[in-house]
């Protein structure tokens, strides 16, 4: 094991000389102090410092990424990992043009090859420690590594902790003007959509992502179960204290959703073929969702704590109450 650090560790060295050469661009050299700088901030548990704004990070899943974009830092960011939906057009240029490591997991490997310096973690699953990512194997190579807030949460997650999100990572590269504005943005979005749904009678909300056998839904715990009470519904399973859930058929029938809304994204069936298998499923029959053929659509990045959850607040409400 100690050999095999070592090694990984000269990889690296040699890695970050031949692919940054004098840096990457706009990088203060390793002898300058970055104004601001350094910068600590807690994430899930853990003290993560920078001396300097990160110059070559991974985004590993989507979410991560776009979040990077909205930011204004194409630049730092040198390779992506696992993408869920088609990029959002205002940044599909952009995206399209970062290196992509692989459209699934990635190995430890992988990643050092291209010489990090960060590794911005969308889901708990970026740092699997059984697949050699851990965050201490991370640090045990010099690279800084982040989570996003909504795996390590204890509470609901809700629109403030976007904010935070943007905040947090705006300072930590060092752009907090820039993450401000973003913030404010998101918010003025928010407030327009819930204005246009204020007063309404909520509609009972089940979210289908996938599954046969059992149903795999949105529990309480993650910002898609407050996009859908922002916009003027009851998620049927807000009781369940999991970002995720498996629950049963039995149970979706018995809570009688009005709307299901449907999360698309790469690796399950298509949307038009999930409301087919639904509709075929005779169980369902009675559910008023069903019956009355409601279905509502937001990608999975919609529903995750990153950019796109402010502004699917607006979707989803013109979709759940299109008479507003």
Request: aromatic share 8%; proline share 6%; charged share 20%.
């Amino acid at each position: 094991m100690k050999s095999r650090v070592v090694a990984l560790s000269t990889l690296l060295v040699l890695l970050v000389s031949t692919a940054c050469g004098g840096g990457a661009p706009g990088a203060p050299a390793p002898s300058q102090a970055a104004e601001g700088f350094p910068v600590t901030v807690d994430n899930c548990g853990a003290a993560v410092t920078v001396d300097r704004p990160p110059a070559r990070v991974v985004g590993y899943f989507q979410h991560s990424v776009e979040l990077l974009l909205a930011l204004g830092l194409r630049d730092a960011v040198a390779a992506t990992v696992y993408p869920d939906n088609p990029p959002l057009a205002r940044y599909a240029h952009d995206y399209r043009s970062i290196p992509q490591i692989s459209v699934k997991d990635a190995s430890f490997e992988q990643i050092l090859a291209v010489g990090p310096d960060f590794v911005y973690g969308g889901y708990g699953s970026a740092f699997d420690e059984a697949q050699g990512r851990s965050r201490q194997a991370f640090a045990d190579a010099g690279i800084a590594t982040y989570l996003n807030r909504e795996h390590c949460a204890r509470q609901p997650i809700t629109m403030d902790d976007v904010y935070e999100e943007v905040r947090t990572v705006g300072r930590i590269f060092g752009v907090a003007d820039r993450a401000e504005e973003v913030v404010t943005d998101m918010s003025r979005h928010v407030g327009d959509a819930t204005a246009r749904v204020a007063g309404v009678r909520p509609v009972k909300v089940f979210v289908y992502d996938s599954g046969d056998a059992t149903a795999f839904t949105a529990g309480g715990q993650g910002i898609g179960n407050q996009v859908i009470e922002l916009a003027g519904g009851t998620n049927i399973f807000g009781d369940v204290p999991e970002t995720f859930a498996d629950v049963s058929w039995e149970q979706v029938i018995e809570r009688a959703p009005d709307v299901i809304v449907i999360y698309d994204y790469y690796g399950t069936p298509s949307v038009e073929e999930k409301k087919a298998a639904l509709r075929a499923r005779p169980e369902l029959s009675t559910v008023p969702a069903i019956r009355d053929d409601r279905f509502a659509v937001l990608t999975l990045q919609d529903a995750v704590l990153g950019v796109r959850a402010p502004y699917a607040v607006g979707a989803l409400a013109e979709q759940l109450h299109p008479e507003r």
